[in-house]
């Protein structure tokens, strides 16, 4: 998952909150009287902060302003600056303003690839939710072998997520594929699971659904065992019944984990590169292609490489998220969670 | 001051991860000595079948330092379907890029254009040029300068396997009707498949659209051919092969897919170049060599034709061992070297003198595919050659899962070239 780092963490700091009332506009001696101050008295602690400050203005700042830069140009392969032994090629790109942009949002392509990273996403996000919670309830239980199951149903985890998917390629295959085989064994028709547009759908999201199921399944089991036994106790003595101390007890004991891991894998799955590109590359024909699987292939896939609309697409990822996170945010705190 | 220690380590420990991205190898200079002998290490990248080709042309390059004692050959195999990628971000970024590399015939105008390739003229790469065939060497041509040197040229043709042709008593089609009367017999008389159709690939798409008299594009008129009524054509034409059952096809994994049926004998016939013969030799079904079949590619309604291919040897512009390089390129397509290849593995020579040598005149693979590759339709040699097939890729895909139709997958092709070839009709 590293592959989508950078734009989490992004994502997730988000635009920082203007400055409320304090400092603006009360002349300029207190300010710079209290910075003076601040800067003598806590010298050592921003002298602490500064790598910190340095190495992120560096690896992500740089990158993020570049491809908003290049995202307003026409930049691609052939047009960029280049230096190679003896051959000095300056950079011949132009600016041309928002131009990308309105192709972007005006075409089919992003459109139609947007339709379907939302579908990929709402269903993974649903699917992986509904049977982490499943899982972890039946596992905070005290049931025989609780512990060897719960290594097993971590095991996903554990597993770096390209050899995985490398695994379900194979298990995948059409011809010489496992699934298959065992369907032929019980004498059924092969399914095309990679090479249908709709069964690859089904095919990719099952993947991430694996994959995304320990995580949820953790977290939520930990949500779970935070929830005290005395209110199960109390409710049963009232005579609640299995349903209803699940809805009334578990569901509200859970809301501050849930809603953090809702926020987190929604990201996470919108961004999910490793699964499409490995599993399908996008295909059939561009039936599995997510935002991040597309802006790589303007990229590094085509030729010439297109880094202006690559950069694009990345740019409008961001803010997508990024509005996402923000009206997440604003919605529970509507419902009165301190988020 | 322990807490000083802390933020001392920390600096240190960033200085160090900035100084490991900072440091480029810089190990490999070499070059011609005061004596003129060549010294240091080349790189080769190459990108031949693995499991059967990589190991002779691994082989046959380290023997280069047989003949120049002080170079250290360094044998890369990247996989076909990578290389072009990785070389273009190797070359661009200057870090981790070959001395040499095995570019395919439409790459390297590309590569050219990009600047990441040494002009060859006058160097030692370039030996005995009028001895390349006109074919071979036209691709390595961009701008009036040579960036490549030829070594391998290639074409396409029907794989059969003999048994199973027998078996169903059925003789090689020659058009894509008889393909498909031949597939249902065969499929009725011994229930296996007829033809591979590799779908995840728009190359095998080729001598489809040739048969109909098509083209991708029209390079000396500057026009964009690929959506004519030929190309609809075309594009019907391999919808039909698959919806018939006349023809298997996957969306991904073709090349292993394509293999590995044709090698277990679960399909009769496959399309494909001299490339595969070497795998192909190796499969359970052809442990005796002459059930291997080899055939013209079906004719389409309007003729019959496939792609003229190959392979060219290129230096890399940045290279830090120029003249070790130009040397390696020289030896690994001199004639003496194609001999060997074309002896071991099938493939076929670019010079003229080594087809008539006897061990090359009598290899089966050769004597069928030299006639192909004479007639073979030439590619357009221009930049954008290499980005042609990704657009065709896409909706030749589309087209056999049934996601567009024929006309509307022709038509997107057209229209995606036109964004890429500016002002061409």
Request: hydrophobic share 45%.
């Amino acid at each position: 998952m590293a592959v989508d780092t950078p734009s989490q963490s992004v994502a997730k700091a988000g635009p920082p909150p203007p400055p409320r009332g304090r400092g603006r506009g009360t002349g300029t001696g207190k300010p710079r009287g209290a910075s003076k101050r601040s800067l003598s008295t806590h010298w050592y602690a921003w002298a602490l902060v500064a790598p910190v400050v340095v190495v992120i203005a560096v690896i992500i700042g740089y990158p993020l302003i570049r491809g908003i830069y290049l995202s307003l140009t026409n930049a691609n392969e052939r047009n960029v600056a280049r230096s190679i032994g003896v051959n000095n090629i300056p950079a011949t790109y132009e600016f041309v303003g928002l131009d990308n942009y309105a192709e972007a949002i005006s075409g089919n392509q992003f459109l139609g690839t947007l339709g379907w990273t939302v579908v990929w996403t709402v269903s993974c996000v649903a699917v992986t939710f509904g049977l982490g919670l499943a899982l972890a309830n039946i596992l905070n239980r005290r049931i025989a072998g609780r512990s060897v199951y719960r290594m097993l149903l971590i095991l996903p985890w554990a597993v770096p997520p390209f050899v995985s998917v490398f695994a379900w390629r194979f298990l995948y295959d059409e011809r010489r594929g496992m699934l298959n085989q065992i369907l032929s064994g019980a004498g059924l028709d092969a399914v095309p699971w990679l090479n249908d547009p709709t069964v690859a759908k089904l095919a990719v999201i099952a993947v991430n659904v694996w994959l995304g199921v320990p995580f949820m399944m953790v977290a939520l089991l930990g949500g779970l065992q935070s929830i005290p036994g005395e209110l199960y106790e109390a409710a049963e003595m009232d005579g609640a019944n299995a349903w209803q101390r699940f809805r009334h007890i578990t569901m509200p004991g859970l809301r501050s984990v849930s809603t953090t891991v809702l926020l987190l894998s929604t990201i996470w799955t919108f961004n999910m590169f490793p699964v499409i590109f490995l599993l399908t590359r996008g295909g059939p024909g561009e039936a599995t292609q997510i935002l991040v699987t597309q802006a790589y292939k303007f990229s590094f896939e085509i030729s010439p490489r297109d880094f202006a609309q690559s950069s694009t697409w990345g740019v409008l990822i961001l803010i997508l998220l990024m509005v996402f996170a923000a009206f997440y945010q604003r919605v529970l705190r509507k419902q009165g969670e301190v988020w | 001051m322990r807490r000083g220690i802390a933020a001392t380590a920390l600096v240190a420990a960033l200085g160090v991860t900035l100084a490991a991205c900072g440091s480029d190898s810089d190990s490999n200079g070499g070059g011609t000595q005061g004596s003129g002998e060549l010294s240091g290490t080349v790189t080769w990248w190459d990108t031949s079948t693995v499991g059967s080709e990589d190991k002779v042309f691994k082989k046959i390059a380290e023997g280069f330092t047989k003949k120049h004692p002080k170079v250290t050959v360094k044998y890369v195999n990247v996989p076909f379907g990578e290389a072009q990628n990785k070389f273009k971000n190797a070359a661009q970024s200057g870090s981790g890029a070959p001395d040499v590399i095995r570019s395919e015939v439409a790459w390297t105008p590309e590569f050219a254009d990009l600047g990441y390739l040494a002009p060859l003229d006058g160097t030692a790469a370039l030996k005995d040029k009028d001895d390349f065939l006109k074919q071979a060497a036209a691709s390595t041509q961009y701008n009036g300068k040579t960036y490549a040197v030829p070594q391998v040229i290639d074409s396409m043709g029907i794989f059969y396997n003999k048994k199973i042709f027998k078996d169903a008593g059925v003789q090689v089609p020659k058009n894509i009707d008889e393909l498909k009367t031949v597939s249902a017999t065969i499929k009725q008389k011994t229930g296996k498949t007829g033809l591979y159709l590799r779908g995840d690939d728009a190359y095998w798409f080729l001598s489809f659209l040739y048969g109909e008299g098509g083209n991708l594009v029209d390079a000396e008129q500057k026009k964009i051919t690929i959506g004519d009524e030929s190309g609809v054509k075309a594009f019907r034409t391999v919808k039909d092969l698959v919806d018939s059952k006349a023809a298997i096809t996957d969306a991904t994994n073709g090349w292993d897919n394509m293999q590995a049926a044709f090698k277990d004998g679960k399909v009769a016939m496959m399309i494909n170049g001299p490339w595969a013969v070497a795998d192909t030799l190796a499969g359970k079904e052809f442990a005796d060599k002459a059930n291997l079949g080899i055939a013209p590619v079906p004719a389409g309604s309007a003729g019959q034709g496939a792609p003229q291919g190959g392979h060219n040897l290129a230096v890399y512009a940045g290279s830090k061992n120029l003249d070790a390089s130009y040397a390696f390129a020289e030896y690994m397509t001199s004639a003496e070297t194609q001999r060997q290849v074309a002896k071991e593995l099938s493939l076929l020579p670019t010079r003229q003198s080594v087809f008539i040598k006897p061990d090359v005149a009598s290899n089966e693979m050769i004597t069928f595919f030299k006639p192909v590759v004479d007639k073979a339709v030439e590619r357009p040699w221009i930049p954008e050659g290499g980005s042609l097939f990704e657009p065709v890729k896409v909706e030749y895909t589309k087209v056999l899962t049934g996601q567009t139709t024929p006309d509307a997958g022709a038509k997107a092709v057209a229209d995606a070239y036109r964004k890429l070839l500016k002002d061409w009709k």
